[in-house]
């Protein structure tokens, strides 16, 4: 894995994510790619600056301005780029997790089981989680403990991003869990809802794209049947 920073910090609490996609960055990516790296690891730097306060907002932003680029590199976001909201100057998220930010980071459901409890699997996507850990299922909003957590075959006291986890659960059975389920934390629970905006690109299909088109949407691990309620605007023709 290469490591590569960027920072966050705005001139002011107003001020959008500027993306510097200057020579050098563009070199560094390219260069990475081009002498065999399969993994970046991205550190969205001072996040405890006082324009930013661990927002996840602000985090978001980041991931988003940056992944196209990453992206026309070469690399695959879902496989291949890992993000880490750090601040260098306090040493957090670095040698040790912090304790009081970024309760905002979650780990969507790819599988569960039963087996003296209910297990769930899944990749942290960031944040750290341990024995004891106070969680929130959602969507359907029910609180759990973590009871153990597993990586591979072994126990282990707490996993870090990245990692691909067993958890098991209390508070929940297992019939209540479905793959695309998000654990996240109590106070920032994931949003939920049934209609939204997405911009797509039209890659190959045979039939006409119109309101009321049918398909199948995949999101982390959740595959749900959808429908195109209208059509908003043609973004790039080409």
């Given amino acids: 894995m290469d490591p590569f920073t960027h920072h966050v910090r705005r001139q002011n609490k ?11 960055l563009w070199e560094h990516a390219m260069l990475a790619k081009t002498v065999g790296v399969k993994h970046l690891v991205i550190l969205v730097n001072k996040m405890d600056d006082p324009t930013v306060c661990w927002s996840e907002e602000r985090f978001e932003e980041c991931k988003t301005k940056l992944i196209p680029f990453l992206k026309k590199v070469g690399f695959n976001p879902k496989t291949d780029i890992f993000f880490i909201s750090v601040s260098w100057l306090l040493g957090t998220n ?24 209910t297990i769930v699997l899944g990749k942290l996507e960031s944040g750290a989680v341990g024995k004891g850990t106070q969680l929130l299922m959602m969507p359907n909003k029910v609180a759990v403990e973590v009871l153990s957590v597993m990586r591979g075959e072994d126990e282990t006291s707490a996993a870090f991003a990245g990692d691909n986890v067993k958890l098991k659960l209390k508070g929940i059975e297992e ?13 920032t629970p994931c949003h939920v809802g049934t209609v939204f905006e997405a911009q797509i690109m039209i890659m ?3 039939s006409i794209i119109c309101a009321g088109y049918s398909a199948v949407l995949h999101i982390h691990s959740a595959v749900e049947e959808v429908h195109i309620k209208q059509l908003l605007a043609i973004v790039d023709k080409q």
């Fill in 14 to 24: 107003a001020s959008p994510f500027k993306l510097g996609l200057n020579a050098e």
């Fill in 94 to 117: 670095l040698k040790e997790q912090g304790q009081d930010v970024c309760s905002w980071y979650r780990m969507p459901i790819v599988d569960k089981y039963k087996d003296m409890g």
């Fill in 175 to 187: 019939e209540e869990v479905s793959s695309g389920f998000v654990l996240c934390d109590p106070l």
């Fill in 204 to 206: 190959e299909v045979k």
